[in-house]
């Protein structure tokens, strides 16, 4: 690599920096100006409510998630980043789901809470085993299916692109998550000895980091009509130009060949989302009626105080 080459790539590791700094900055401002339990402070468990409760949880878990993520990157600890990016890559999926599928909302809230709090069990088999992909109201006796998998999750989404974006980008992601060979070169020198410093992939997790940043900024536009909108545009344009600098100046060896042109074709679907001058908001919702999880809600949160 040329002195030049490194330089290019430094100033784009920089900009990439500034970028998530931003956009985390936007993120803390709509998590401190609208994410409510709407569902608490009015009370008023219809579905829209708890799927705007919802949302924003996973809104403001990945806002926390990204704090932690800038700060691993300014400590050259990117595969730790690349952990809880991870974490953040599934609030994201959660949040396209539930939006696109909000008759779901179930599975994330009330069944989750009733198993917790023994209003769900899961049933056993006639061979004694529990049956952890079912569940069983311990009230009405009814039997319903349990758990949504990451792949029911992307093929959820709306956009088509997430879909062969999370072909490459999700095992690379989990390569970090648990223990595997594969990715153990990332934590060697000179490809022989063990290190605690080295910090080969930041570049790679700066750009995961505001990828998936922009993707989940972008989705607020639908929640309500938010003061913030014409800034969440801009700062999501301007993270596109940066994600579009790191495609066209990094080579991707097989088996992420294909990568580039992936994630390509997804920005420019999210440049096609930014572009709309209306939004259906998820707020305000009308009046619908309530759920059982009323009692499930509460109670869970008596759980955790």
Same mark, same amino acid.
């Given at each position: ?14 900009? =990439? #920096?500034?970028?998530?700094? !931003? ?27 708890? /799927? ?8 403001? #878990?990945?806002?926390?998630?990204? @704090? ?27 949040? /396209?789901?539930?939006?696109? %599928?909000?008759?779901?909302i179930d599975d994330f809230v009330q069944k989750?809470? *009733? ?6 069990? $899961?049933?056993?088999? #006639?061979?004694?085993?529990? @049956? ?5 109201? !311990? ?9 949504? *998998?990451? !792949?029911?999750? /992307? $093929? ?8 062969? /974006?999370?072909?490459? @980008? ?10 595997? @060979?594969?990715? !153990? *070169? ?14 080969? %992939?930041?570049?790679?997790?700066? =750009? ?16 309500? +009509? ?24 990094? +080579?991707?060896? %097989? ?11 997804r920005l420019a679907e999210l440049v096609k ?20 999880? #009323? ?11």
């Amino acid at each position: 690599m040329t002195a030049q080459e490194r330089q290019a790539l430094t100033r784009l590791l920089i900009a =990439f #920096k500034r970028r998530l700094g !931003s956009q985390i900055c936007l993120f803390q401002e709509i998590v401190f100006e609208y994410a409510t339990a709407d569902a608490i402070a009015e009370d008023d468990f219809s579905q829209e409510i708890v /799927v705007h409760d919802y949302v924003f949880y996973c809104f403001t #878990k990945a806002c926390k998630s990204l @704090m932690a993520v800038s700060l691993l990157l300014d400590n050259r600890l990117p595969e730790d980043a690349m952990i809880l990016l991870r974490s953040v890559y599934e609030s994201y999926l959660h949040i /396209v789901y539930v939006l696109q %599928n909000p008759d779901h909302i179930d599975d994330f809230v009330q069944k989750k809470i *009733g198993i917790y709090t023994g209003r769900f069990k $899961h049933p056993v088999s #006639k061979k004694g085993n529990k @049956m952890c992909n079912q569940v069983i109201d !311990s009230e009405t006796g009814e039997i319903s299916t349990y758990g949504i *998998g990451i !792949s029911t999750l /992307v $093929h959820g989404s709306k956009y088509q692109f997430d879909k062969e /974006v999370h072909t490459v @980008m999700f095992p690379f992601l989990s390569e970090h998550t648990h223990p595997n @060979m594969i990715a !153990s *070169g990332n934590y060697r020198e000179d490809d022989i000895y063990y290190s605690y410093w080295q910090a080969s %992939n930041t570049l790679q997790s700066a =750009f995961y980091a505001v990828y998936i940043s922009t993707l989940i900024l972008s989705e607020a536009l639908v929640l309500e +009509e938010l003061v913030e909108a014409k800034e969440i545009k801009y700062q999501c344009r301007q993270s596109i130009k940066v994600c579009e600098r790191f495609i066209a100046l990094v +080579e991707c060896p %097989n088996p992420f060949d294909s990568f580039p042109n992936k994630v390509q074709s997804r920005l420019a679907e999210l440049v096609k989302h930014l572009s709309k001058r209306r939004y259906a908001y998820l707020k305000p919702y009308p009046k619908r009626k309530k759920y059982i999880i #009323k009692e499930l809600y509460r109670r869970s949160l008596y759980c955790w105080g």
